[in-house]
């Protein structure tokens, strides 16, 4: 949306903003299942409850979004948050929590998994997959953020490539895994990164693609039917979730009681200052999810 690359349609004058915490300070008559003071989030797609809708409606979209002090929501687009989590950790579990539970699918702990780049979604799915005992390779430009990020995990958990350095860093995740290759990719670049992520990619594989931060060049798509048919590997769009996965990762948040402290990046930003955090965030100096505080 900052660069005007954006594939789908957004409102002309709407209010930004996917994810958030937020706390119930009224009801109407009807409502059931929540309280005065409870700590809820709004699903993404706001009509994404069974799975069969044909039309959605996207916070910070096509809907307005939640970059706002007050809002009113329908009871059934929201779910109970995690109550170990502080309200930083809690407001990144909407958008990059589902997507990244749904990227996962909670492979078994002899999995491994490519995460691609230090955004929201491949930090949340790095926890998560620390939590369930899945080896890690990730990748970023900055070797100064991989080594912050390899220290999260217990040595040998976390594996980094710095892609700058590793051009063809499929051949890098193919070494590191003696020629196996990942179980799950985590695609954030698109049509530019995918023939890469399907090089490396083991058999009966799975391609989570989330993104197209490379953009849609069309003439640089990949020859993607051999090496699916070779390896029997199977690509999966992910657009977050349903209201039920997000219900189900809340689950295991607060079952496994995950800390999300290593998603934030270092910088909060005031209410007052949220053009300064959209500014951050264009520029790529970010690890994980950058935070606007109310």
Not at 5 to 20: N, R, T, V
Not at 61 to 80: K, N, S, T
Not at 155 to 173: L, M, Q, R
Request: hydrophobic share 40%.
């Amino acid at each position: 949306m900052i660069n005007g690359k954006y594939p789908s349609h957004a409102l002309e004058q709407g209010i930004p903003a996917s994810d958030c915490a937020a706390e119930v300070i009224a009801m109407g008559e009807n409502v059931s299942g929540f309280e005065i003071g409870d700590r809820v989030a709004p699903i993404f797609d706001l009509n994404a409850l069974e799975g069969t809708e044909t039309i959605k409606r996207t916070l910070g979209g096509d809907a307005d979004g939640v970059l706002r002090e007050f809002a009113i929501f329908d009871q059934a687009v929201l779910v109970h948050l995690p109550e170990h989590l502080s309200w930083e950790e809690a407001a990144c579990v909407t958008v990059a929590g589902t997507t990244a539970w749904n990227c996962l699918n909670m492979p078994n702990d002899e999995g491994i998994v490519l995460l691609q780049g230090t955004g929201g979604v491949s930090m949340f799915a790095l926890l998560l997959c620390l939590t369930a005992g899945i080896h890690i390779i990730i990748t970023s430009s900055s070797d100064e953020k991989l080594e912050k990020i390899k220290a999260l995990g217990p040595p040998g958990t976390i594996e980094t490539i710095n892609y700058k350095k590793h051009h063809k860093w499929e051949d890098e995740v193919k070494r590191l895994t003696n020629d196996r290759g990942v179980d799950i990719v985590i695609e954030t670049g698109g049509p530019t990164t995918l023939g890469q992520s399907l090089d490396c990619l083991a058999r009966r594989g799975t391609i989570s693609l989330i993104g197209i931060l490379g953009g849609l060049q069309m003439d640089r798509h990949p020859d993607v039917y051999t090496p699916l048919f070779q390896k029997t590997a199977t690509i999966k769009a992910i657009f977050v979730g349903l209201k039920v996965d997000q219900e189900n990762l809340c689950d295991y948040l607060s079952e496994h009681k995950i800390s999300l402290k290593p998603l934030l990046d270092d910088r909060i930003f005031s209410f007052e200052d949220s053009q300064g955090a959209f500014d951050y965030l264009y520029s790529g100096q970010h690890t994980g999810k950058v935070v606007i505080k109310l």
